[in-house]
């Protein structure tokens, strides 16, 4: 039997190729001004500018912005591997809030953990522009959609 030729890897996508995909695909992502800093070799960094309508009652960035965008920054960590084709979705976020967050950007940085043909298992760890301090951290698993 004849060894199959190799795979052709999968074209590299640039933040800004990837940054393209995210705002299309995640249209509140483009309406916050989340901008992709890097997502390559299972990894992105994705940063959401402060906006005072994402702050809730006390001053603080809101949850629902924090959890949207590491949703959004593990996904730019599975455009990054699929050369910008990726349709999976999430199917369990876990998030733990250790400190607030004060007004100001926010970075999230992704990494997949594990990437099985069925489900990808990945973590996020968001922190304010202005500090190395981890201000949550997320676990996340998807479910792999094959396109038709």
Sequence with gaps: M???????????????????????????????????????????????????DLLRPGGTVS?????????????AALLGVTGGKDESVTST????FLRPFAPGPV????????????????EVLLRAESSEEVSAHVTTSWVVIAPA
């Design 2 to 52: 004849a060894d199959s030729p190799p795979l052709p890897p999968k074209r590299r996508c640039s933040p800004a190729e990837i940054q393209a995909i995210v705002h299309v695909g995640v249209p509140i992502a483009a309406a916050w001004g989340v901008e992709v800093l890097e997502a390559a070799g299972g990894r992105a960094a994705v940063r959401l500018p402060f906006r005072p």
């Design 93 to 96: 976020m876990t998030v733990n």
């Design 63 to 75: 949850g629902p912005a924090l959890m949207g965008l590491a949703d959004v920054a593990m996904w």
């Design 107 to 122: 970075v999230a940085e992704a990494r997949l953990l594990k990437r099985g043909k069925r489900m990808v298992f990945g």
